[in-house]
């Protein structure tokens, strides 16, 4: 961030920061990679391309030059789930910048997730919920790619409402699923949980260890 | 290459091993023998990392050290500058915690009609649950029942669990699945469309429900993006609650909270209050390295413990027997446990098993420890060791590309470090996980004090002595909305505006006088300090 500070070449970026004493509040999360907080951009020594990286999962280099971008500002739709249809037309009407897209691909290479960014964009505009929402998948909404758009597009909010309308209405749902919400809803097992809730220790244990196992695949 | 020429020789027996390992099936330990495996090396049977608390609802409990010391420590808040007359915010629900939980109450909250703010202390969504990779278990396949999948929760617990929590977990399982799908999140199916389930540690039927790696992170992103489309739901950022408010009854009645950016203090006047603030594995138990989310300090035990919540486990945690022991640089981060779920056995320095991959996570990590203490662990280039997880399995009892289509997150941790896990074994070790315990709660999530509700990893009883892998994002579904409800429910019943006042903390302070207990810290906590000590 424009400092120099010496610190072990075995640290990831975030553990080296902390190590030249800062006490992070913004820019850090779940320290595992899953939740974007601590997008990161750097250069190293006698390269002129932007690198991107999770500082949490990134090992420092020599001469490494680096900024956290722990926000960065884009706009959401605002829409309930349950009452949109689910229909691509809808995803770009709420978000009809994403036919600006130009298809330069800076959105792919700035993602730490190696995500084909713009693979998704380019189904959104084709109107392919269930392709958008299969590529995007491992998001982590860092928000990397938005802060290097020239398209200024929000994408991976897009890409989660693409998800979102695919778990609720594109992919099949589950009869057996319903079935046994149905049954729970009519009482089926309730005797049965009340005899277990009321067993002794010693009967659980018995039914425990003779019960019999699924087996694996 | 990334293994260095110290472990080639270790590696080679794993690899020579496998053909003869994939017929091979290690049989699952007796009651006798698990018991005893947990006696002699799980570490919460190390005594003497343990105290006793001197005051509070549970004195005479253990618990780690490190967390008697913040149950028995001063307010962090200085109450002098705090002017609890004209409240900041004022609303019906005030939820503390935007993990899982707290989000879930949100919602549910919300759908009753309810004024809900929610204060969380990093971004909303910033929880172990975004983290949560294995998945998410319910009964809903035609050979599966509540019932079974209670025998399974109370035989992984212990026999300790509440009954009654344990009969709601199962019994709102499968519409809690229901609810997550309505809300769009994308749960692994066949092309049919019924769920792709499988098994974790310790289940009898194959009830868990994945979203590849990432289901913990799936179900998060689309609550949160729900929370954010609720208009009458307002959302406080970097605002942990650092003291609850009561009432001259005892009751809960709202909080104080940090603004971690501005360093100002922000009072919520609320009808009833829900604890959601999850775990704390960054209190790092016996020295382990953890999983945990950075914001996972345990504050909401503190504030409940200080307003005369009663606990329940506290002296129980839970190690995850397969945390990265190598490279070094993600030591302690999980890898989750569906990865023995597809069929990785776990194997020591000779690549040998020791223990059936799929008991459940206690006795696991157990027997890596004692593997470990035995002499057969691998030693790690950094003098840490571990033993060998041996994903190359999965590749080649699923077929090629499997690796990467079921575990991407774990597939891209590794590669970053230029390992591959579909063609080479990874070193683990036991980190720690979860906490099993928290307040004691009932199917309402009611906590005994009027008011103050909790949900999720804060509370203790639903998981007993041992929780099972998917059932913790099951946990704070079906009690963050059951959570919501209920505080909904009542703040609607509290007519009269709740009084605030801090006198819960004088008597705090006169009982720590009382007990001759001088505070060796201050707490909440609210974050780790990782900033290097000077020696």
């Given at each position: 961030m424009g400092e120099r500070h010496l610190v072990p070449d075995s640290l990831t970026i975030l553990q080296a920061l902390e190590y030249a004493g800062y006490r992070l509040i913004r820019g850090v999360g779940c320290r595992g990679g899953f939740c974007g907080a601590c997008a990161t951009v750097y250069r190293t020594a006698g390269d002129y391309h932007l690198k991107f990286a999770l500082a949490c999962q990134t090992r420092v280099e020599p001469e490494m030059q680096l900024a956290m971008i722990p926000f960065y500002p884009g706009q959401r739709a605002t829409y309930r789930l349950s009452e949109l249809a689910g229909t691509p037309e809808e995803v770009l009407t709420l978000y009809p910048e994403m036919l600006r897209c130009y298809g330069c691909n800076t959105c792919t290479k700035s993602c730490p997730q190696d995500i084909d960014v713009l693979g998704y964009v380019s189904a959104i505009v084709r109107g392919d919920i269930r392709s958008a929402a299969d590529i995007s998948f491992d998001c982590i909404m860092c928000g990397l790619c938005v802060s290097r758009c020239p398209a200024e597009l929000v994408k991976h909010n897009a890409a989660l409402l693409c998800r979102r309308i695919c778990g609720r209405g594109i992919a099949p749902r589950s009869p057996h699923l319903r079935q046994r919400v149905e049954e729970i809803g009519s009482g089926r097992f309730a005797a049965d949980l009340a005899e277990l809730r009321q067993a002794s220790p010693e009967e659980l244990k018995r039914r425990y260890n003779g019960r019999d196992i699924e087996p694996g695949d | 290459m990334p293994y260095p020429s110290s472990l080639q020789e270790s590696l080679a027996k794993v690899v020579s091993t496998r053909e003869r390992r994939l017929k091979e099936d290690f049989p699952r330990a007796g009651a006798a023998a698990r018991d005893q495996l947990l006696k002699e090396n799980h570490p919460d049977y190390r005594a003497d990392t343990f105290a006793t608390l001197r005051l509070g609802p549970n004195a005479g409990d253990k618990t780690p050290r490190e967390l008697a010391l913040l149950l028995e420590a001063a307010p962090l808040l200085d109450t002098a500058a705090l002017n609890l007359a004209s409240p900041d915010y004022d609303c019906d629900v005030l939820i503390i915690g935007?993990?899982?939980?707290?989000?879930?109450?949100?919602?549910?909250?919300?759908?009753?009609?309810?004024?809900?703010?929610?204060?969380?202390?990093?971004?909303?969504?910033?929880?172990?649950?975004?983290?949560?990779?294995?998945?998410?278990?319910?009964?809903?396949?035609?050979?599966?029942?509540?019932?079974?999948?209670?025998?399974?929760?109370?035989?992984?617990?212990?026999?300790?669990?509440?009954?009654?929590?344990?009969?709601?977990?199962?019994?709102?399982?499968?519409?809690?699945?229901?609810?997550?799908?309505?809300?769009?999140?994308?749960?692994?199916?066949?092309?049919?469309?019924?769920?792709?389930?499988?098994?974790?540690?310790?289940?009898?039927?194959?009830?868990?429900?994945?979203?590849?790696?990432?289901?913990?992170?799936?179900?998060?992103?689309?609550?949160?993006?729900?929370?954010?489309?609720?208009?009458?739901?307002?959302?406080?950022?970097?605002?942990?609650?650092?003291?609850?408010?009561?009432?001259?009854?005892?009751?809960?009645?709202?909080?104080?909270?940090?603004?971690?950016?501005?360093?100002?203090?922000?009072?919520?006047?609320?009808?009833?209050?829900?604890?959601?603030?999850?775990?704390?594995?960054?209190?790092?138990?016996?020295?382990?390295?953890?999983?945990?989310?950075?914001?996972?300090?345990?504050?909401?035990?503190?504030?409940?413990?200080?307003?005369?919540?009663?606990?329940?486990?506290?002296?129980?945690?839970?190690?995850?027997?397969?945390?990265?022991?190598?490279?070094?640089?993600?030591?302690?981060?999980?890898?989750?446990?569906?990865?023995?779920?597809?069929?990785?056995?776990?194997?020591?320095?000779?690549?040998?098993?020791?223990?059936?991959?799929l008991e459940t996570r206690d006795v696991v990590a157990s027997a890596i420890i004692r593997e470990c203490s035995r002499g057969n662990g691998v030693q790690t280039p950094v003098g840490g060791q571990g033993v060998w997880l041996d994903t190359p399995m999965i590749e080649i009892r699923r077929g090629q590309g499997a690796v990467k289509h079921e575990l991407p997150a774990m597939v891209r941790q590794y590669a970053r470090f230029d390992i591959d896990i579909a063609r080479e074994p990874i070193i683990i070790y036991p980190t720690l996980h979860y906490q099993n315990g928290g307040v004691r709660i009932d199917p309402d999530c009611q906590t005994g004090i009027h008011g103050l509700f909790v949900a999720g990893e804060a509370s203790g009883g639903v998981h007993g002595r041992n929780r099972l892998m998917g059932n913790s994002l099951l946990d704070v579904i079906v009690f963050g909305r059951r959570a919501g409800r209920t505080a909904a429910n009542a703040a609607r019943k509290q007519i009269r505006e709740p009084e605030l006042t801090l006198n819960h903390l004088d008597r705090w302070r006169r009982e720590l006088e009382s007990h001759g207990v001088t505070p060796a810290a201050k707490s909440p906590l609210i974050l780790p300090d990782y900033t290097r000590r000077e020696s």
């Amino acid at each position: 961030m424009g400092e120099r500070h010496l610190v072990p070449d075995s640290l990831t970026i975030l553990q080296a920061l902390e190590y030249a004493g800062y006490r992070l509040i913004r820019g850090v999360g779940c320290r595992g990679g899953f939740c974007g907080a601590c997008a990161t951009v750097y250069r190293t020594a006698g390269d002129y391309h932007l690198k991107f990286a999770l500082a949490c999962q990134t090992r420092v280099e020599p001469e490494m030059q680096l900024a956290m971008i722990p926000f960065y500002p884009g706009q959401r739709a605002t829409y309930r789930l349950s009452e949109l249809a689910g229909t691509p037309e809808e995803v770009l009407t709420l978000y009809p910048e994403m036919l600006r897209c130009y298809g330069c691909n800076t959105c792919t290479k700035s993602c730490p997730q190696d995500i084909d960014v713009l693979g998704y964009v380019s189904a959104i505009v084709r109107g392919d919920i269930r392709s958008a929402a299969d590529i995007s998948f491992d998001c982590i909404m860092c928000g990397l790619c938005v802060s290097r758009c020239p398209a200024e597009l929000v994408k991976h909010n897009a890409a989660l409402l693409c998800r979102r309308i695919c778990g609720r209405g594109i992919a099949p749902r589950s009869p057996h699923l319903r079935q046994r919400v149905e049954e729970i809803g009519s009482g089926r097992f309730a005797a049965d949980l009340a005899e277990l809730r009321q067993a002794s220790p010693e009967e659980l244990k018995r039914r425990y260890n003779g019960r019999d196992i699924e087996p694996g695949d | 290459m990334p293994y260095p020429s110290s472990l080639q020789e270790s590696l080679a027996k794993v690899v020579s091993t496998r053909e003869r390992r994939l017929k091979e099936d290690f049989p699952r330990a007796g009651a006798a023998a698990r018991d005893q495996l947990l006696k002699e090396n799980h570490p919460d049977y190390r005594a003497d990392t343990f105290a006793t608390l001197r005051l509070g609802p549970n004195a005479g409990d253990k618990t780690p050290r490190e967390l008697a010391l913040l149950l028995e420590a001063a307010p962090l808040l200085d109450t002098a500058a705090l002017n609890l007359a004209s409240p900041d915010y004022d609303c019906d629900v005030l939820i503390i915690g935007g993990g899982g939980a707290g989000c879930a109450a949100a919602l549910t909250a919300d759908d009753s009609g309810s004024r809900v703010i929610l204060a969380t202390k990093l971004r909303l969504g910033d929880a172990n649950t975004m983290m949560a990779q294995g998945g998410i278990q319910a009964a809903d396949k035609p050979n599966d029942s509540p019932a079974i999948h209670y025998l399974d929760v109370v035989g992984g617990g212990h026999f300790a669990n509440d009954p009654a929590l344990v009969e709601a977990l199962v019994t709102d399982a499968p519409e809690a699945i229901e609810w997550l799908e309505d809300l769009g999140v994308m749960f692994d199916k066949n092309p049919d469309g019924s769920m792709k389930t499988i098994h974790g540690g310790g289940t009898s039927r194959q009830r868990m429900h994945t979203s590849r790696d990432y289901t913990g992170a799936e179900i998060m992103r689309t609550l949160r993006d729900e929370v954010r489309s609720r208009e009458r739901v307002t959302v406080l950022e970097f605002s942990p609650a650092v003291e609850l408010l009561t009432d001259s009854t005892g009751a809960v009645t709202g909080a104080v909270l940090l603004n971690l950016n501005l360093h100002r203090h922000y009072v919520v006047r609320a009808r009833t209050v829900i604890v959601a603030t999850g775990g704390s594995g960054r209190l790092h138990y016996q020295g382990f390295p953890t999983s945990n989310h950075y914001g996972a300090t345990g504050d909401g035990l503190v504030l409940a413990y200080r307003a005369g919540a009663r606990l329940a486990f506290i002296d129980t945690m839970q190690y995850h027997p397969t945390g990265v022991a190598f490279p070094q640089q993600i030591v302690g981060q999980l890898v989750t446990e569906k990865v023995r779920s597809l069929g990785a056995q776990l194997l020591n320095a000779h690549g040998e098993q020791f223990i059936y991959p799929l008991e459940t996570r206690d006795v696991v990590a157990s027997a890596i420890i004692r593997e470990c203490s035995r002499g057969n662990g691998v030693q790690t280039p950094v003098g840490g060791q571990g033993v060998w997880l041996d994903t190359p399995m999965i590749e080649i009892r699923r077929g090629q590309g499997a690796v990467k289509h079921e575990l991407p997150a774990m597939v891209r941790q590794y590669a970053r470090f230029d390992i591959d896990i579909a063609r080479e074994p990874i070193i683990i070790y036991p980190t720690l996980h979860y906490q099993n315990g928290g307040v004691r709660i009932d199917p309402d999530c009611q906590t005994g004090i009027h008011g103050l509700f909790v949900a999720g990893e804060a509370s203790g009883g639903v998981h007993g002595r041992n929780r099972l892998m998917g059932n913790s994002l099951l946990d704070v579904i079906v009690f963050g909305r059951r959570a919501g409800r209920t505080a909904a429910n009542a703040a609607r019943k509290q007519i009269r505006e709740p009084e605030l006042t801090l006198n819960h903390l004088d008597r705090w302070r006169r009982e720590l006088e009382s007990h001759g207990v001088t505070p060796a810290a201050k707490s909440p906590l609210i974050l780790p300090d990782y900033t290097r000590r000077e020696s």
